[in-house]
């Protein structure tokens, strides 16, 4: 029986329960149809020209012992391009004891906390925008800090001029599926058309968030933290034909040589299939978040700081390893250390009962070492703005019911960081402008020819 089919059945075991029983099981949930279309690149899905598989979906069970304990899951389901197809999971699934206002214990399936709003990011209500700050938020990464597995506490202390201070922290561990948007984009990253990373097997996973609600302006402070080791599998696949034997050419007897040749022996064909393991250590990550309300706008801000070293295994072999060619060994031992930074400003103003409206801006690096794109663009055919993401959001919220609400915003984007030749491939002539060395050209020219570019998103959602 497949996780779709478990799922399922859970669901009617828990509807049956409630229709057989006398306990007040709380069944809430949404259903929203998104839209999204980009003028040029395609992003997050297949933006370019516009794409409604942009939809999130989800139902909650909460049966409540007492005043201080219940117990609840939701089962949700989202499709965002290729990412997630609809496929029911588990989103959260808790056993919660408040013992005192100080402390309180959980375990289960627990959401993640990741700024101010990971934990809340289904319910639409709660913000203004469709596309949460890719800053801070970044959608590629959200399946891999949407839950844990584990234990955790948490409580509150109250003073009457401090105001209120919310803490929790967890321990566990975590899952990634290999058709995940994380698989997805550390594929994208690498590049590379022998390699195929899957197999995430997370290992340990450390979590805390603290938030200080401070009663002058309604000033809130927040800080998160996680902390994580993985374990990954890759596939090496690479086939090299034979080079044959050149022999001995004296300067100017052959028109490829015109200096001469002092020989080759030759090379074997190579053709490897296998595994080889990528081990990501030191995962660490934080936010830190801050809100105030001044004048009847909410004014926010979120640093975001992710960091993590790997160390891949490849298969080593020897092709043509001679000083004459331009070939030479391949695989072995490699490390590399990866830093991503992003933050966002956003401002929103309640209008009236029903629209409420917001703007942000938002920059995000995948390469906080080469933040302004120094050393990219010294790469042939690179650019500095291949280093960052900064986004320009206009957006509305209107809130037709309790129960509907409609959204839609615009983006003005600058730079290409987390695009993707894979959703963005060249087009198949490139056109080398004149006076430019065809070693100056690469592939990114012609998939990612323009600095800016647009997106437009909206979003309709029903709860219950």
């Known amino acids: 029986m497949n996780k779709s089919n478990q799922i399922f059945i859970l669901s009617i075991v828990l509807l049956l329960f409630r229709s057989i029983t006398s306990f007040a099981l709380d069944i809430h949930g949404y259903v929203s149809q998104g839209f999204l279309s980009s003028n040029q690149y395609n992003y997050l899905a297949d933006t370019d020209g516009g794409t409604f598989q942009f939809n999130e979906m989800g139902i909650n069970f909460v049966e409540r012992a007492s005043d201080d304990a219940f117990v609840g899951m939701q ?79 948490y409580g509150a202390y109250t003073h009457p001029f401090l105001g209120n201070f919310d803490y929790q922290c967890a321990v566990g561990t975590g899952e990634i599926n290999d058709d995940s948007a994380t698989a997805k984009m550390f594929n994208s990253v690498l590049d590379d058309s022998v390699l195929n990373v899957r197999k995430f ?8 968030g603290v938030q200080w609600h401070i009663p002058f302006y309604q000033l ?9 080791d993985w374990n990954n599998i890759a596939d090496f696949t ?78 080593e072999f020897t092709y043509a390893n001679d000083t004459l060619t331009d070939l030479d060994s391949y695989g072995g031992t490699t490390k590399s250390e990866t830093k991503i930074e992003g933050y966002y400003f956003s401002a929103t103003r309640r209008i009236t009962d029903m629209i409420e409206l917001g703007f942000y801006y938002s920059w995000i690096t995948n390469d906080a070492f080469d933040k302004q794109g120094k050393q990219a663009e010294k790469e042939p055919g690179n650019h500095d703005y291949s280093k960052w993401l900064r986004d320009y959001c206009l957006s509305s919220l209107v809130e037709v019911t309790d129960q509907w609400t409609f959204k839609i915003e615009g983006h003005l984007m600058d730079g290409h960081s987390f695009l993707f030749i894979a959703d963005n491939p060249p087009i198949e002539e490139i056109v080398i402008p004149e006076g430019v060395k065809p070693s100056n050209v690469s592939p990114h020219d012609a998939a990612y020819p323009d600095r800016f570019w647009f997106m437009i998103a909206a979003k309709v959602t029903f709860s219950f």
């Not at 101010?116 to 709660?126: A, G, V």
């Not at 097997?201 to 450390?206: A, G, H, P």
Request: aromatic share 14%; hydrophobic share 40%.
């Open 75 to 153: 089962i949700s389901a989202r499709d965002l391009g290729e990412i997630g197809n609809d496929e029911p999971y588990i989103d959260w699934a808790v056993a919660d004891w408040r013992i005192t206002d100080i402390i309180g214990i959980r375990f289960g399936i627990l959401k993640i906390p990741v700024g101010f709003y990971n934990e809340t990011r289904d319910i639409d209500m709660l913000r203004t925008c469709v596309l949460l700050p890719s800053g801070v938020y970044l959608e590629l990464f959200r399946d891999a800090w949407n839950g844990m597995k584990g234990f955790g506490t």
């Open 201 to 208: 097997q997370v290992d340990k996973m450390l979590t805390w």
């Open 220 to 228: 809130r402070l927040g800080n998160t933290f996680f902390f994580t």
């Open 238 to 315: 690479i086939e090299l034909p034979a080079i044959d034997e050149i022999p001995i050419i004296s300067p100017g007897n052959h028109p490829l040589f015109p200096d001469g040749h002092p020989g080759f022996s030759g090379c074997d064909p190579i053709n490897i299939n296998q595994e080889f393991p990528i081990n990501v250590r030191k995962l660490e990550s934080y936010t830190l978040s801050a809100s105030i309300q001044l004048h009847d706008i909410t004014f926010s801000s979120e640093y975001f700081h992710l960091q993590f070293k790997s160390t891949a295994y490849l298969p």
